[in-house]
Structures are given as structure tokens and as C-alpha cells.
């Protein structure tokens, strides 16, 4: 399973990057509000540059000409562009049309194995159930991410499956249990699940005993 950052925050992206973890990028327009003072394009440009994977900008269109012509324009500014289209018919519609033009899509905001299915159908190349959202509503959001992965196995569909909506560092295992082939996280999720108080504890034990052990050797006489 790879790791996506769900952020449009440059900063955090060059972070991860950093560790050697990181195949794409994904953003909606509410990360984007957070990143004052860019613009939309320049934002994904920028990512582009830093991320050598699928880097996904969402359309705001409600009917399928609208986001085909969204689709058309965020294409253009890098070819790792994915486009991200919601889990509606227009939705689906605009899949269709942009896979026709060699555009790739990410159908966001799926929450049920039937969307899911429909949207690979029409072609999308990712699909994105939702699970943190309807865990938030007393649902069990994996299993809509389980139910896809066993589907487009069985049917040979081949949208890859993005689990999207990750609250907290059990998702990301529970996520690659399921078989996903991505997982988008946020940051501060990203950063919880490197930790571990036993690495942290082992590196100090590590350093204490490597100084003893130099120490001792340095009061050694030399030998000549
Ligand atoms: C990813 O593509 C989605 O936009 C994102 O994971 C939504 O997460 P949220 O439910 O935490 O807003």
C-alpha cells in the first residue's frame, strides 16, 4: 500500500517527502482554503515539484461539462494531475469523458460499495471511500473500503482503491489489512504513527552504553 499526504501545506509536503515515503499528494478545496496567498495552480505546481507521483486537485463543477472543462484546465499543469470528481452520476459522467481525453481521475467523496463500483465502471483510475466521515456517523467506514477491494478483485476492475478520510494511525494499518492500494493522511496523523516510546527510549539506551563503551576504551593504554 503507498502513502499519500492529504494536505495542500507545502511545508508538511517537503517534510514527508523527506523520509522517503511519499507517492502522491491528495488536496480538496478546503485544504486549498487553508493555503493563503497561492493560487489553485500554483499550489499544485509547486507539489508537482517536490512529488513524483499522482498529485489530485478537485473540481468545484456540479454538472458533468462543468468539471470535464475543470478537469481539462488542471491537466495541463502537470501530467501527474489527477482529476477528482465526486461520487455523483455528473460525476461519473465526467469520468468518462476526461479517460476518453487521456485524463485521469479520483472519484472523491464515495461512501458506499456501489458508488465505488460505478465509479470504476465509468473509469476512474482512483476511488475514494471516506472512512474517518462515516465513522463520524456511527457507521463502520472500513468496511465500505473492505467491500471494494474484495469487488474490484473479483470483477478485475483495476481504479485503485484509496482509503481517504484517515483520523488516527490504526486506520492506516486497518487500511492496508484491507487491502487498499493507497492510503491519504493527513500530517498530523502521518507524524502519531511514526512514533514509538520504545524507539525512542532504545536510541537513548543505545547512545548512553555506546559512551561508556568509547570512554572506557579511550582510558585503555595504547598499545605500541
Ligand atoms: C481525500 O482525498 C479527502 O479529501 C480527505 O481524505 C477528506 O478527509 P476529511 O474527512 O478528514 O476531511
Known amino acids: 500500500m503507498r502513502i499519500f499526504l492529504d494536505t495542500a501545506n507545502i511545508d508538511e ?52 461539462a462543468g468539471m470535464v472543462d475543470e478537469g481539462r484546465r488542471f491537466a495541463k499543469w502537470h501530467p501527474n494531475v489527477v482529476v477528482k470528481v465526486p461520487s455523483t452520476p455528473n460525476g461519473w459522467g465526467a469520468v468518462k469523458a476526461l479517460k476518453a481525453e487521456g485524463v485521469r481521475t479520483n472519484v472523491t467523496l464515495c461512501f458506499s460499495a456501489n458508488q465505488a463500483l460505478f ?22 467506514g472500513m468496511q465500505v473500503v473492505r467491500d471494494t477491494v474484495e469487488i474490484y478483485r473479483k470483477h478485475n476492475l ?48 543505545f547512545l548512553k552504553d555506546w559512551q561508556t563503551f568509547t570512554t572506557d576504551q579511550s582510558e585503555k593504554p595504547v598499545k605500541r
Do not use: C, Q
Open 13 to 64: 509536503i517537503r517534510e514527508v517527502a523527506r523520509w522517503g515515503i511519499l507517492s502522491g499528494v491528495t488536496t480538496n478545496p478546503t485544504l486549498m482554503s487553508k493555503n493563503s496567498g497561492m493560487t489553485h495552480e500554483a499550489v499544485i505546481r509547486t507539489i508537482a515539484e517536490i512529488v513524483d507521483g499522482p498529485i489530485s486537485a478537485e473540481t468545484v463543477s456540479l454538472d458533468t
Open 119 to 140: 465509479a470504476a465502471l465509468a473509469g476512474a483510475y482512483i476511488i475514494s471511500p471516506f472512512v474517518g466521515r462515516l465513522d463520524d456517523i456511527s457507521e463502520d
Open 158 to 205: 483495476p481504479t485503485l482503491v484509496l482509503a481517504a478520510s484517515i483520523r488516527h494511525p490504526v486506520h492506516i494499518i486497518e487500511a492496508a489489512k484491507a487491502g487498499a492500494d493507497i492510503a491519504t493522511v493527513p500530517y498530523d496523523v502521518l507524524l502519531k504513527s511514526t512514533k514509538h516510546p520504545l524507539t525512542d527510549k532504545g536510541i537513548e539506551n
